[in-house]
């Protein structure tokens, strides 16, 4: 019997490999919203994101603001024919060691262009396998350095850490706060590196710095915030995911800390204001995107896409069940819009090409100048907008822009 | 450096912790003691039974979902006694640790898939989590209710298994399944008589644990399992003042490791030194019974 | 008569797979699934035979895994990475306190070592606890290993919590498969020697193993040791196939999966976890997936799927294997050409195959 059932999956295998060799794509990763098109002219765009894991919510968002920029503008027209363009999602679970076979099953897919991810460990982990299939990548809000340094493939439409922490040092020690605690997830390399970043810019300015790390998965932070509040600071500069956001604040303003907490772009998501309650007092945190910004183009997409959230559950509830317009939709909308900016420039589907018209490309998007790269690939911001919480109204209010030099 | 009051705190804090490990440790330990079997999905159960809470507390009030997690989480524990480690009694040990594996495996994958393996809020249970003055601190009911109900259900435990029948025919099963049996102890009722009660307590834990943390994961169980095993070892495989004991001691070891910044990323790793230790120095724990070689 | 053949059946199959491989790795299947299949495959085969060792052969329940493919992992990558890449690699460290770095074979045996060296030091005192308790202490040790990497003060080293990468990789299909072939056929050899034989009397009973002379203590140490590192090894090759390596994932969940693939295979049985490293890999990664995005079926959408059903579909696969099928796809036995043949010969003749075995199997007995 065992004997049978070995054969028959060595059988299976077998056929199964062969099968492999004679289609050379997966059977299916469409995303639910594109049913196969009938057209020949199909130019595919992965989406590179994680849908679960710590980073599941954020990714999540910045997928909705991509699908919608794929309904504004769902074909692309190369050498005088119009191309329907077909999204390609993949999971990536938030996990890097997940990363390797993800990629891959995009590349296998006949993506022309990758679009993500929202955390930047995924993107680092990834990024050589996109540089190696020639495949050019857009990070929409991957602001840790590594991902584009060295790697002729990666670009980036957001600001970058080394940048986003000065920023928040400056507005700390504007505030005249001198002692600075600064929390970060161990493993995960955009809170280690904000964190880094901040603390050196904090100390530059002749503030004092004390530093704590917790472990992925960590929900107990009594004792570290204990020792925090004991040590005297006056401020929590805490990256770190939406996941550990609420118990982050609420568990400090057990504690005892009373002065502000602050933190980068992840922490910009409604959930933590609904979980963390009333806690969530005096929390500062640096942002892509002011959906109340006056631009013409800001506030045709903040309203387009608030009507297109209302359309359908789904996409509310992914949102995190409100109408919110994230940060990272509004730049996945702009990386889905360079990407098309850039197949145009190109007039092709082939991935080095793009990569080429990416080089030289000029583009104005709803966060502002979304292009003109620099050598790393990385976008020409240089302003980032500072927003706080509204207890009263549950949303995130902003206060100010800043910029650095 | 630091005034009392912080070395209170962080002794309230670790309390806390501790009794939160203890529920889990019982579980542990009577299911040791009784299958000979570390029960790895036992910290699964105690995560399905924070996302019950979640779920059934979204269609009715707390105090009528309160009973029903109970209700469906010993329903689980026994399930999974029934459908896991029933048919694999007279298998090899190790096949039925694999067995437990794998269901803790199903257990964390199929809350995933079913809640989309992002963190879920945590309903509010308002006599729990409402503030509680002492002198001069301010701390949250449940860091007072935890210690004391834990204190309350292992004394009703220790009474359960030392004063009534199903108390010695437990014992008896501990000792010599097959001598119990002859005596005419039914062992399968005995069984899950065991995961009843180690369930039950999972799920008391869950609801203490969660209203502390306020949100459940599908990972959630995973550690706070661990460790609650370690606490089981350290107090001695079948004791259960023993595991009390043991989870107290990681937990407030634990939170004073955590206090210091420079160590805290050994906190986890400290329990499981503590483990190895325990292990080599008495490999019977500090309260366990010397189980002699079988050959 | 019959050993010529099969060693001639033998190369033919191998020879063949060599051809399919290099087919493979000059075709544009190189960038494709079934390429990543294959060498993720042949990585955890070697891990897995290493897992069998100690669990199938020598009947040592360890669960450390994943604690020595990370040591290996680790150390491949801290050894090779190029001194140019170090500062943008260790760039909170200022570049970290290594400032060479070895050729690749140099560094997948000093992983290997590194790794045998701390199953050394954690032997000592845990090989003496019986089952599960050895079982919990070694997962335990993974643990103390994985924080001890991640501890910021050994951060000149090891890069502290962050992700190391740029090391050198492989290019070529070939470099897993040789390596994990190497790899294999020398744990097989050792199974097969007269060490291999006293392991498996302990496996089977420990008192009886020691009244007949076997060193108890020597033996489980060079066991576990082997087994680590082979796992530092493939650890090191896991690193070199992913790019890039973070101990934040390498937790228990992988040493449990290592063990299921164990036990797919046939607790015993080197051909077993060989064939179920491939099952399971393009089960997990590969054959699966569409049951992870939503389907329509003319207009209908099917129900169940959605992002997780793929992993909730494959547990429950693993617990009726584990529940029902407790042998395995291969028992203890191993691949043979013998066995086949005689399958050719009767395919499905139950009674005709029985009366063969009863004819091979007697004289020996």
């Known amino acids: 019997m065992k004997r049978y059932i070995a054969l028959f999956l060595a059988c299976f295998m077998l056929v199964g490999l062969l099968a492999g060799c004679s289609s050379g794509s997966p059977s299916s990763s469409a995303a639910p919203s594109n049913p196969p098109s009938s057209s020949s002219n199909v130019i595919k765009i992965g989406i590179y994101e994680p849908a679960s894991g710590m980073n599941g919510a954020g990714g999540k968002q910045e997928t909705l603001g991509m699908r919608y920029a794929h309904s504004v503008k769902p074909t692309v027209t190369i050498g005088g024919k119009e191309y329907t363009v077909e999204l390609v999602e993949v999971d990536n679970q938030s996990d890097n060691s997940k990363a390797v076979s993800a990629a891959q099953q995009l590349i296998t897919s006949g993506v022309s262009v990758v679009l993500g991810s929202y955390g930047s460990g995924v993107s680092i982990a990834a990024g050589q396998i996109f540089a190696d299939a020639k495949i050019p990548a857009i990070g929409a809000s991957c602001t840790n350095p590594q991902v584009t340094e060295g790697n002729p493939y990666y670009f980036r439409i957001c600001f970058l850490d080394p940048f986003q922490g000065t920023v928040m040092a400056n507005f700390a020690y504007e505030k005249g706060l001198r002692k600075a605690a600064v929390l970060t997830e161990a493993g995960d390399d955009y809170s280690v590196g904000l964190g880094h970043y901040f603390s050196e810019a904090f100390k530059k300015l002749g503030g004092s710095v004390v530093e704590a790390q917790f472990q992925s998965g960590e929900t107990d932070f009594s004792a570290t915030m204990a020792s925090l509040v004991s040590a005297g600071v006056d401020v929590l500069f805490a990256p770190s995911s939406i996941e550990s956001a609420p118990l982050i604040i609420k568990q400090a303003r057990n504690a005892g800390l009373t002065g502000p907490i602050m933190a980068g772009d992840t922490w910009e998501n409604e959930t933590i204001i609904t979980n963390a309650g009333d806690a969530a007092y005096e929390v500062y945190l640096s942002a892509f995107f002011d959906p109340n910004d006056t631009s013409a183009a800001a506030k045709e997409f903040v309203e387009g896409y608030t009507e297109w959230l209302k359309a359908d559950n789904t996409r509310l509830t992914n949102n995190g069940g409100s109408t919110g317009v994230a940060g990272v939709s509004a730049l996945g909308y702009d990386a889905y819009m360079v990407a098309i900016a850039a197949i145009e420039a190109a007039q092709s589907t082939d991935g080095t090409a793009i990569r080429d018209a990416l080089i030289g490309l000029q583009h104005s998007g709803v966060t502002g100048e979304c292009a003109s790269f620099d050598e790393n690939g990385d976008a020409a911001k240089d302003m980032a907008y500072i927003k706080t919480i509204d207890l009263q109204n549950a949303t995130f209010k902003f206060l100010q822009t800043q910029s650095i030099s | 450096m630091h005034d009392f009051s912080y070395y209170i705190q962080l002794l309230l804090a670790g309390i806390t912790v501790g009794s939160l490990y203890a529920l889990i440790a019982i579980g542990y330990t009577m299911v040791y003691g009784i299958l000979r079997l570390i029960n790895f999905a036992h910290g699964d159960i105690f995560m399905a039974a924070g996302f019950f809470m979640i779920y059934i507390s979204g269609t009715t009030s707390i105090y009528v979902s309160l009973p029903i997690v109970l209700i469906l989480t010993v329903v689980l524990g026994v399930a999974v006694e029934r459908a896991a480690y029933r048919p694999l009694r007279e298998a090899p040990r190790m096949s039925v640790m694999i067995s437990a594996i794998g269901v803790s495996y199903l257990l964390q994958n199929f809350a995933t898939y079913y809640t989309g393996g992002l963190a879920r809020p945590y309903p509010v249970i308002p006599f729990l989590t409402r503030e509680v003055t002492i002198g001069s601190m301010t701390v949250k009911a449940l860091t007072i209710i935890t210690p004391v109900l834990t204190v309350i259900l292992v004394v009703a435990l220790v009474l359960l298994i030392k004063r009534t029948k199903v108390g010695m025919a437990m014992r008896a099963v501990a000792k010599d399944q097959s001598t119990a049996q002859l005596m005419g102890i039914k062992i399968n009722n005995v069984i899950s008589i065991t995961f009843v009660i180690g369930s039950f307590l999972a799920a008391v834990g869950s609801v203490l644990y969660f209203s502390n943390y306020e949100q459940v994961t599908p990972m959630a169980g995973a550690m706070p399992g661990l460790k609650a095993f370690v606490a089981a070892v350290f107090g001695g495989i079948g004791s259960v003042p023993g595991a009390v004991l043991g989870a107290y001691v990681i937990g407030i070891c634990e939170t004073f490791i955590k206090a210091n910044n420079d160590y805290a990323i050994f906190s986890n790793a400290f329990t499981f030194a503590l483990l190895i230790l325990i292990l080599v120095l008495k490999p019977n724990g500090l309260f366990g019974e010397k189980l002699a070689e079988k050959v | ?365």
């Open chain 3, 1 to 365: 008569m019959k050993q010529k053949r099969y060693l001639l059946y033998s190369l033919v199959l191998a020879a063949l797979l060599l051809a399919a491989l290099i087919a493979i790795d000059n075709s544009s299947l190189k960038s494709s699934m079934l390429s990543t299949i294959l060498q993720k495959g042949a990585i955890y085969a070697l891990v897995a035979v290493s897992l069998n060792l100690l669990n199938g052969f020598t009947g040592l329940f360890s669960l450390g895994q994943a604690g020595f493919m990370l040591l290996g992992a680790y150390t491949y990558a801290i050894l090779t990475i190029p001194v140019e890449a170090r500062s943008s690699v260790y760039q909170y460290f200022n570049g970290g306190l290594v400032q060479f770095s070895l050729p690749v074979v140099v560094g997948l045996i000093a992983a290997g070592l590194v790794a045998a060296f701390f199953a050394f030091l954690i032997g000592l005192p845990v090989l003496r606890l019986k089952s599960d308790y050895l079982a919990i202490a070694t997962l335990g040790f993974a643990e103390i290993i994985r924080a001890l990497i991640q501890w910021n003060t050994l951060g000149p080293i090891t890069n502290g919590s962050n992700i190391l990468r740029k090391f050198p990789t492989y290019s070529s299909l070939l470099f897993p498969f040789a390596v994990s072939a190497v790899c294999i056929g020398l744990v097989v050899l050792m199974i097969r020697s007269s060490y291999g034989r006293a392991f498996k009397s302990i496996r089977e009973d420990e008192i009886a193993a020691e009244a007949m002379g076997i060193n108890l203590a020597k033996h489980k140490m060079m066991a576990f040791c082997t087994s680590s590192f082979f796992a530092g090894v493939g650890g090191a090759m896991l690193a070199m196939f992913q790019q890039s390596v973070q101990a934040k994932y390498f937790t228990s969940a992988m040493t449990y999966e290592i063990l299921l693939i164990v036990v797919i295979g046939g607790i015993g049985s080197v051909t077993g976890s060989i064939i179920s490293s491939f099952l399971f890999v393009a089960c997990s990664e590969w054959w699966l997936r569409f049951l992870d995005a939503q389907h329509y079926i003319g207009g209908v959408k099917v129900p169940l799927l959605r992002s997780g059903f793929r992993m909730v579909v494959f547990s429950i696969v693993i617990m009726v294997i584990v529940l029902f099928y407790r042998r395995g796809i291969m028992g203890t036995n191993e691949f043979s050409w013998g066995a086949i043949e005689k399958f050719i010969k009767a395919p499905f003749g139950r009674k005709a195959r029985e009366e063969e075995r009863k004819k091979v199997t007697t004289p020996h007995e």
